[in-house]
C-alpha cells in the first residue's frame, strides 16, 4: 500500500517541550511539504523540502524545524518557541515533474500543548 | 495576508440540493487553481483542478467555473449527496524555481468551507 502515514495521530505536550511530528512517504516523492491547520484559516505552509539535504521556509516557519535526511523522511519539530503549538498538521508530497497542484496528504497529527 | 479569499464558511443544504463556494485571488501569477476535500480527521484529497486558460470544467457532479477577469472561481456540487458532507478548500498554485532551478509548486489555500448535506 502507497501512502503517506504520520505517528501519532494524536500528541499531547506540556508548554516548554518540544515534539516532533513524524512524516513518512513510500510514493517515491521528492517533495515534502508541512502544513498548520486551524479552523476558519485553512492550510498554511510551515516547510516544504524539494530533494533530500534541502528544505525551505514556508509562510509561518517561526518556531518549527525539519530535517530531510532520507526521501521517504521529513519529520517536523515544534519547539518551545511556537507562540500557539495547538493544532491539526498535515504532511503532503507531491512527485517531481507531475502535477504541482496534485498534493498527496498524510491523515495528520492533532497536537495539544497545555 | 490571505491571497485566497473563500466563502462561505459552513453552508447547509438538502439532499439534491447545488452548494455553491466561491474563491477569490488577487495574485495573477497563480497558475492552477485546485479544489480538495477533506473528511473529519483525514488529510484532505484533491477533488478537481481547472488551468485559467479554461471556464469551466466538469468531473461528474463537480464543477469549477472560472472566471479569470474577475479573478473568481467556484465549485458547483450538483445532486449532493449525504456522503457530500466535508470541507472544501479552494487553493491556487503558483509556480516558482528553487535554488538549483528547478520548478515546484506552492499551494495558497482558501480558509475552508463546511458543508452539510442533510438527507
Redesign the interface.
Known amino acids: 500500500d502507497g501512502g503517506?502515514t504520520q505517528s501519532p495521530k494524536y500528541l499531547f505536550r506540556k508548554e516548554g517541550q518540544n515534539v516532533t511530528l513524524s512524516c513518512e512517504q513510500n510514493l517515491n516523492h521528492d517533495?515534502m511539504y508541512w502544513y498548520r491547520q486551524d479552523p476558519?484559516?485553512?492550510?498554511?505552509?510551515i516547510y516544504?523540502s524539494?530533494?533530500v539535504n534541502?528544505f525551505?521556509k514556508g509562510d509561518i516557519a517561526e518556531g518549527y524545524s525539519v530535517s530531510r535526511e532520507k526521501k521517504e523522511s521529513f519529520p517536523l519539530t515544534v519547539t518551545s518557541a511556537q507562540k500557539n503549538p495547538t493544532a491539526f498538521y498535515?504532511c503532503?508530497s507531491?512527485v517531481?515533474g507531475g502535477?504541482?497542484?496534485?498534493?498527496y496528504?498524510?491523515?495528520?497529527t492533532r497536537l495539544t500543548v497545555t | 495576508q490571505q491571497q485566497v479569499k473563500q466563502s462561505p464558511q459552513s453552508l447547509i443544504v438538502q439532499k439534491g440540493g447545488i452548494p455553491i463556494i466561491n474563491c477569490a485571488y488577487e495574485n495573477t501569477a497563480f497558475d492552477y487553481f485546485p479544489w480538495y476535500q477533506q473528511f473529519p480527521g483525514k488529510g484532505p484529497a484533491l477533488l478537481i483542478a481547472i488551468r485559467p486558460d479554461v471556464s469551466e470544467k466538469k468531473e461528474g457532479r463537480f464543477t469549477i467555473s472560472f472566471n479569470k477577469s474577475a479573478k473568481q472561481f467556484s465549485l458547483h456540487i450538483m445532486d449532493s449527496q449525504p456522503g457530500d458532507s466535508a470541507t472544501y478548500f479552494c487553493a491556487a498554485v503558483s509556480t516558482l524555481l528553487n535554488a538549483g532551478g528547478t520548478s515546484y509548486g506552492k499551494l495558497t489555500f482558501g480558509q475552508g468551507t463546511i458543508l452539510t448535506v442533510h438527507p
Open positions: 503517506i517533495a476558519g484559516q485553512g492550510l498554511r505552509l516544504y524539494q530533494i534541502d525551505q498535515l503532503a507531491t517531481a502535477p504541482t497542484y496534485e498534493q496528504f498524510g491523515p495528520g
